[in-house]
């Protein structure tokens, strides 16, 4: 009938920085669980919000591109509001999404963090050129 609904969900990350241990949980539901090697996590999946489940199948109808990035600790040369970790929705860093409000209002979920020259994300680390493209 052309009508959006709008569902909220929650994604969440678990990371033992010491040992490396990792889980991802959506809507409760752990969808994947494993070890980070090194400093920087990194984990990318598909998912039915629908269904409420993990695809294997990027072209899936309905499943929409997720992706994880995280580090233990900020780079030395960072701006002092670093963002140790990024949630990536269909290419479009979370953060950077307007979401609705109780009244049904648009708000933006942070202020935009775009210093030029800055390292002011695990993004412009993992992914320099996520900027200028747009999406991450």
């Avoid at 984990?43 to 994880?68: E, L, P």
Wanted: a negative charge.
């Amino acid at each position: 009938d052309g009508n959006l609904i709008l569902e909220e969900h929650e994604t969440r990350l678990t990371w033992s920085t010491h040992s490396g241990k990792y889980s991802i949980e959506v809507d409760g539901q752990v969808v994947f669980e494993g070890v980070a090697k090194g400093s920087v996590l990194e984990y990318k999946f598909i998912y039915n919000h629908t269904k409420g489940c993990v695809g294997d199948d990027s072209s899936q109808a309905g499943y929409t591109r997720m992706r994880i990035i995280a580090c233990r600790k900020p780079p030395v040369r960072s701006s002092t509001n670093f963002r140790c970790y990024e949630f990536v929705i269909g290419g479009r860093v979370f953060r950077d999404l307007a979401r609705n409000n109780q009244y049904g209002e648009d708000f933006h979920n942070e202020d935009s963090m775009d210093d030029v020259g800055v390292l002011s994300s695990i993004l412009d680390i993992v992914d320099p050129s996520w900027r200028s493209a747009g999406m991450a």
